[in-house]
């Protein structure tokens, strides 16, 4: 009998279901690889292709989370240390992610033949309303640094019932004037294009002490392939017209305006801000933070991203840790959990302790 059972154990052994499971396994891998990697698109707009990476699925149950990077940087370089930060992935697994590129900025992108006409500011906000179609999505949350925010700026106001939210980074509403048209001039004559785009991207404190990130940058734009593509940019960047709003014509959705409190652009910022409903706009002014926070305060950003998205109606039963429970630095604001807003908010530096987050129909402090 035992001999018999024995026997039956071999006869039914089957091989392959490892098989099968190995293969199962294989597929998890190689899905999670593609949703960090992310999938690239070319995709065509009226006015030229733009390269497009999607992670997720294009569900469209909710909008999706549109990104747009500045001058110098790209997609990957501008916006991968935020949302690949442990703190954003609930965030992240909740929402399709959309980077563009500009035009010509990509990794490996072809270099622009000699007199090539780069596109506008304008024209580039323009190529946006493509890449919804194109992944099919009604409506997104835009976050945007620099230019990118200026970009993002432009297409919410000529489409207003596409963008939900907007999280604008270092933006500078303005064109530029006669004064600093000439201090460009004379700098492009005393500097180099890696240094005129590291002043646009870091404090000045920050470029004085040459710490890692600044080096990296400097590094990584004065052996970029395609120079003369950022160059392109650049220059556009810094032709770009007046955005023309005012709080009775602003943005018809929430706004959070994010600068750094020694970044290169926390005056227009501030001038931004008081143009702006104070019913529907968040000022976060980060200490410490620099030039570009999403890379130097990634945990203050997620945290208050969240508050955003919350106050929004999404993500409602989201944890919150970091600006609730630190008691060193603090960042102050007023939310009303069911999306409505009393008064203008304004995210800075205190020195209130944290408080926890109390039930959704109240007004909070929150700090982190």
Not at 14 to 30: C, F, M, S, Y
Not at 111 to 121: L, R
Not at 176 to 182: H, K, L, P, Q
Request: aromatic fraction near 8%; hydrophobic fraction near 35%; include cysteine.
């Amino acid at each position: 009998m035992t001999t018999e059972m024995q026997e039956i154990a071999i006869t039914e052994d089957k091989p392959l279901l490892t098989g099968q499971a190995d293969t199962t396994k294989d597929a998890e891998l190689a899905a999670r690889i593609l949703l960090d990697q992310g999938q690239e698109h070319s995709v065509e707009t009226p006015h030229g292709v733009l390269h497009v990476t999607l992670h997720g699925t294009r569900t469209t149950r909710r909008p999706a989370i549109l990104t747009f990077h500045d001058v110098g940087l790209d997609s990957k370089s501008c916006f991968s240390p935020l949302f690949k930060f442990e703190e954003m992935q609930e965030i992240v697994k909740n929402f399709t992610l959309i980077h563009i590129d500009a035009p010509g900025q990509e990794e490996g992108a072809a270099t622009y033949p000699a007199g090539y006409q780069y596109p506008s500011m304008e024209t580039i906000s323009e190529m946006i309303p493509a890449v919804l179609q194109f992944f099919n999505f009604r409506t997104v949350i835009g976050v945007g640094v620099g230019a990118g925010a200026y970009i993002l700026a432009r297409f919410a106001l000529a489409n207003p019932d596409a963008v939900e939210g907007l999280v604008l980074i270092n933006i500078d509403t303005n064109a530029r004037g006669w004064i600093d048209w000439a201090a460009q001039k004379l700098s492009s004559v005393t500097s180099s294009l890696a240094e005129q785009i590291l002043c646009h991207l870091f404090s000045q404190e920050e470029l004085s002490s040459s710490t890692d990130l600044v080096q990296s940058h400097r590094e990584r734009i004065s052996k970029a392939p395609n120079l003369s593509n950022m160059e392109l940019l650049w220059k556009s960047y810094n032709s770009r017209r007046d955005l023309i709003f005012d709080r009775n014509s602003a943005f018809k959705c929430p706004v959070m305006l994010v600068v750094g409190d020694h970044a290169p652009y926390e005056d227009a910022a501030v001038e931004c801000n008081s143009k702006m409903d104070p019913t529907t706009t968040s000022f976060l002014k980060m200490a410490d933070a620099g030039g570009l926070p999403q890379l130097t305060q990634p945990a203050k950003l997620t945290e208050a991203f969240k508050y955003f998205i919350q106050g929004m109606g999404y993500m409602a039963s989201s944890c919150m840790t970091r600006l609730s429970r630190s008691r060193t630095t603090s960042l102050s604001s007023s939310y009303s959990m069911d999306g409505s807003r009393s008064r203008s908010r304004t995210l800075s530096q205190g020195s209130q302790g944290g408080q926890m987050p109390p039930s959704p129909s109240q007004t909070m402090e929150v700090s982190c």
